[in-house]
């Protein structure tokens, strides 16, 4: 048997969180498995599915590194196979034409719910060989359920769960317009794509019963179902579009790696034992659907940032440098045109003290680009009253020949002993004057990456504003 999972994201909005997980836990199964992943978009809800919804899910897989083996596979592109399989399911018996007006459905689950009773389908059509003599319109297409004994699920992350059948009721799969319902397509496309394993989320379990009886109604066993827990957000609250239920392409927009939010991802309900980060291979390797957790989990973002920094902090630079520069796109900076320093070099002077890639870039934007003023605070306090040492420092930086952090650092040394200051008093109007304001990598990195035109260029223009100040507090 080749094992083989599938994603099966309805398009009617973003890839979100909860979503990407199971999609990570869909591929990381497989792919430990040396089997097949397959991308399944179920859009036979024609109103709600959108062009722009499927290009999201597409988006945010390819971003996470989610690669699939077959697909995309479209519902909307099997309608003929589903009439074929629904036609010799009437053939068999296993289905039934169901003419009950939707009048008549409205009264008896109002007539159940009075009673207290669970509302279900009463089967008045379903042993019926000819329409009855009040039916108007086309027929609904039922499931005939098995009305005896119980249908047990051996849910791997549940455990057994028992459904009495009596409770079940006749669903519809194909409604009187003839398009197919939600139950049952994913019925015929995990058997005709030989689905082994269904991991999904734990609102579906109830499904699962339905499900499997369809599948051995057509003589095909049911898959080995996983319902993994919901995500809650930090309050221990179910996910909404208010509170965490974010698009996965919301955290790249955030700044975070697809390393990071994937190595996240993973530890939502999952563990390894008290292991925390998780390279890819080491996922695969350990990734199995018995340690996935009973129980919910709870978004932590410091863990996120924690992981994200780490990553960033660890993976090559190259690889960083290329969401960087997505970053700084988005600031209309481009660091392969623009005058700038190598983004790489950035990355590495940068990583000790960014938690995300937004604030890495904003971090690194006076490196492309002179900062159009002064942080106010920072100037009052590091560049008011500092002409001497920048002056000292335009002619301590002027007459160096090798531009390199060590020779750059031994120049502004010197100029804090000349001046008898602490090394502090000398970098930081130093820092204020190239970046703009109080934070940079360390001052001779940061002098060296910009280079000796610019540097000594906003040096200058320090001391100028420095002198017009001490001019006019005279």
């Known amino acids: 048997m080749t094992v083989t999972t599938r994603f099966a994201p309805s398009p009617t909005g973003y890839l979100h969180i909860g979503g990407a997980r199971t999609a990570l836990f869909c591929w990381l199964y497989a792919r430990r498995h040396g089997g097949r992943f397959v991308l399944r978009i179920e859009d036979t809800d024609l109103e709600r599915s959108t062009p722009e919804a499927i290009n999201a899910i597409l988006e945010g897989m390819s971003w996470l590194g989610l690669d699939y083996d077959e697909g995309p596979l479209y519902q909307t592109h099997r309608f003929d196979r589903y009439r074929e399989v629904i036609d010799r399911m009437l053939e068999e018996g296993t289905a039934y034409r169901c003419y009950c007006s939707r009048e008549r459905l409205d009264a008896l689950r109002a007539d159940q719910q009075a009673r207290k009773e669970k509302p279900r389908y009463d089967g008045r059509c379903r042993d019926l060989t000819e329409p009855p003599a009040d039916a108007e319109g086309e027929p609904v297409i039922r499931f005939r359920q098995p009305r005896a004994g119980h249908t047990v699920v051996d849910d791997q992350v549940k455990g057994k769960v028992v459904f009495d059948n009596a409770e079940l009721d006749d669903l519809i799969i194909a409604r009187a317009d003839g398009s197919p319902t939600y139950n049952f397509v994913v019925v015929v496309d995990d058997m005709d794509m030989d689905i082994t394993h269904v991991i999904r989320g734990d609102d579906h379990l109830n499904n699962s019963a339905r499900q499997g009886n369809i599948l051995r109604a057509l003589g095909v066993e049911p898959p080995v179902y996983a319902h993994v827990p919901m995500i809650l957000d930090e309050s221990g609250k179910k996910l909404s579009k208010r509170a965490g239920a974010a698009s996965v392409m919301e955290y790249r927009d955030a700044g975070y790696l697809p390393e990071a939010v994937i190595n996240y991802l993973v530890r939502l309900g999952w563990a390894h034992g008290d292991q925390e980060v998780f390279g890819l291979d080491e996922m695969i390797e350990y990734f199995d659907i018995a340690d996935i ?182």
């Open 293 to 474: 957790n009973h129980s919910a989990s709870s978004l932590n973002p410091s863990k996120l940032d924690w992981l994200n920094q780490h990553y960033m902090k660890t993976l090559p630079p190259a690889h960083v440098a290329r969401h960087l520069a997505w970053h700084l796109g988005a600031m209309d900076i481009d660091p392969g045109a623009d005058d700038g320093p190598d983004i790489e070099r950035v990355v590495q002077a940068q990583a000790e003290r960014s938690k995300t890639l937004v604030e890495m870039a904003e971090n690194s934007r006076f490196f492309y680009r002179e900062p159009e003023g002064y942080d106010e605070k920072s100037a009052r306090k590091h560049l008011k009253g500092s002409d001497t040492v920048l002056a000292a420092l335009v002619d301590a930086l002027s007459a160096l020949q090798d531009w390199h952090a060590e020779a750059i650092h031994q120049a502004v040394s010197g100029v804090a002993e000349e001046q008898e200051l602490k090394m502090g008093k000398v970098a930081q109007p130093l820092r204020v004057a190239v970046s703009g304001g109080p934070v940079s990598p360390p001052i001779d990195i940061t002098l060296e990456l910009l280079g000796r035109e610019t540097a000594l260029s906003r040096i200058g223009k320090a001391l100028e504003w420095a002198m017009r100040q001490a001019q006019s507090n005279a």
